[in-house]
């Protein structure tokens, strides 16, 4: 088992049930595929700073889980096959550090 | 630039072949890696304020012999730079 880092970008003018549809559908994805979550961060609206498939905006959803190859597996064909997804990265970490969120405006670090 | 240094000292150390008045009498150019010191913040893809200051305006990563980042840490960084330009962050 590792950690795993993956990030989403849904198009921009999904509503927000579909948000939160796609979100939980990630969710129990991960479980489902012998995986564990640890938690979930959505950044909001974001500009992007080139034009991805003609979309200038995007929503960004991001996990951190725990997992082995067959939800990684399982992940990157049910993400390819979304056509509500612009663009995804998974990232394999040793160590996951939960405090710091670097979208959260609250925080404004 | 180590090697310039080296010569000036040697020059210096011998007080009767000293050099002219209008050369600069301290010739330090190398900085210390800004990525290594204590508390450095932290290298990654999420953290874009850091990587905005290692790139120029068209996109490039900036050389480490202008920003005088450490080998070990320049290999880092263009990874994590790549890594944010796949997502569109940068």
């Known amino acids: 088992m590792a950690f795993y880092e993956n990030t989403i970008i849904a198009k921009q003018d999904l509503a927000e049930k579909d948000l939160k549809s796609l979100r939980e559908k990630y969710d129990t994805l991960i479980k489902n595929s012998s995986g564990k979550v640890i938690k979930i961060e959505e950044w909001g609206l974001l500009n992007l700073a080139n034009k991805i498939k003609n979309y200038k905006k995007g929503f960004y959803i991001h996990f951190k889980f725990e997992g082995n190859n067959k939800t990684l597996d399982e992940i990157e064909k049910k993400i390819q096959l979304d056509n509500s997804i612009i663009r995804f990265l998974t990232v394999k970490y040793k160590k996951l550090d939960i405090k710091n969120e670097y979208f959260n405006k609250e925080k404004t670090k | ?90």
């Open chain 2, 1 to 90: 630039m180590k090697r310039r240094n080296k010569k000036f000292q040697k020059k210096n150390v011998n007080s009767l072949n000293k050099l002219s008045l209008f050369q600069k009498n301290d010739g330090k150019f190398s900085k210390k890696c800004p990525l290594s010191i204590k508390n450095a913040p932290i290298i990654d893809y999420k953290n874009i304020g850091l990587l905005r200051k290692y790139i120029t305006d068209n996109g490039k990563i900036i050389s480490s012999k202008i920003s005088s980042v450490s080998f070990n840490k320049q290999k880092k960084l263009t990874k994590e730079i790549k890594k944010a330009k796949i997502l569109g962050l940068i």
